[in-house]
């Protein structure tokens, strides 16, 4: 009995680092896919910005923290958590709406537009964070009503396994309710000028059509769904900072590249779809770095180094592609 006892003694602690690896695993994959479809919100309105509008739109670094700000300063002062994200998101139209306009109307270049609009939006959200919080530098929504703790969300499951997998059921939806509303927008009238916009300026020019207004709407809905990107994020780590949209742009490239390039021969897959793997792809590489122990001072560097080997690997992508065009021919 005693030898069978030590016998069994190291299957049993196998067992054991086993299901502790399980978890742990288990937890890494959840985080992926929280951050993933957070910030796919962000990566919708770069897509549409940079990949059909084709406008390198700078200003989604202060977008993204506009919204957070608003939707955490709506909340500490106890407005409804779903309300304060259409207020974002409105606000973030009204950025969009801005650097639509220094482009098109005073004929600015897009990377000067958006670099005007960002930084008019540094001192915009750090007056509205220090109004709406009586000086702070920083918001708190900490035990406050959010879009994961109150409403739908309580109809959802709040554990399997031991694993809270809440958030990511409420984002689930969330993301894929936006992604939905885009692909049905890009549909219509509206956002086929939009493409055509993006593509050739002169066809829309000779349908009679204005592409200025085209660009307009289109940088308009992009920064308005950054600044919900930073609602959700905000509600999501109850908190909120002027700081936190930077490499935003860096970021939502680098998923919407990843995204296009990875999945591009995959033909019943939407370009909204492949952004959202992309971007889920881009944090599991972050969240992985991190699992390997780099620190989190490097963490803006590793996005830079993601964002080269990206856009290093679209372009091999399509040479390859244009070679195989060349031999068909």
Wanted: proline share 2%.
């Amino acid at each position: 009995m005693i030898g069978a006892e030590h016998c069994s003694a190291p299957f049993v602690e196998f067992s054991v680092i086993g299901d502790i690896y399980f978890m742990e695993t288990i937890n890494i994959i959840k985080v992926v896919l929280e951050e993933g479809f957070k910030y796919a919100i962000l990566a919708f309105g770069v897509y549409l910005t940079y990949s059909i509008l084709d406008f390198p739109d700078l200003s989604v670094d202060g977008t993204m923290p506009l919204g957070a700000i608003v939707s955490a300063v709506l909340i500490f002062n106890g407005v409804n958590p779903w309300i304060s994200m259409v207020l974002a998101f409105v606000c973030g139209i009204i950025a969009g709406c801005i650097t639509g306009l220094l482009h098109v109307k005073l004929k600015l270049q897009p990377l000067l537009s958006g670099i005007l609009v960002y930084t008019l939006l540094l001192t915009v959200n750090l007056v509205l964070i220090k109004a709406g919080t009586g000086g702070q530098s920083i918001v708190s929504v900490f035990g406050q009503k959010t879009i994961f703790n109150s409403g739908i969300a309580n109809i959802l499951p709040s554990t399997i396994g031991g694993v809270n997998i809440r958030k990511v059921l409420v984002l689930a939806i969330f993301v894929l309710i936006l992604k939905i509303a885009i692909d049905l927008y890009l549909k219509t009238k509206s956002g086929m000028l939009l493409r055509a916009t993006g593509s050739n300026q002169q066809y829309v020019v000779m349908l009679a059509k204005n592409p200025g207004m085209s660009k307009i709407i289109g940088l308009a809905i992009g920064n308005g769904l950054a600044a919900i990107s930073g609602a959700v994020i905000a509600q999501s780590t109850e908190t909120a900072n002027t700081t936190m949209g930077v490499g935003m742009v860096v970021f939502g490239l680098s998923s919407v590249i990843i995204g296009l390039s990875v999945f591009k021969r995959v033909g019943f897959m939407k370009a909204t779809t492949m952004v959202i793997l992309g971007t889920i792809i881009y944090k599991a590489c972050l969240q992985i770095a991190v699992v390997f122990g780099l620190p989190s001072e490097y963490n803006k560097a590793l996005m830079a180094v993601l964002f080269v080997l990206a856009l290093v690997f679209s372009g091999t992508l399509k040479e390859k592609t244009k070679k195989r065009r060349e031999k068909r021919a």
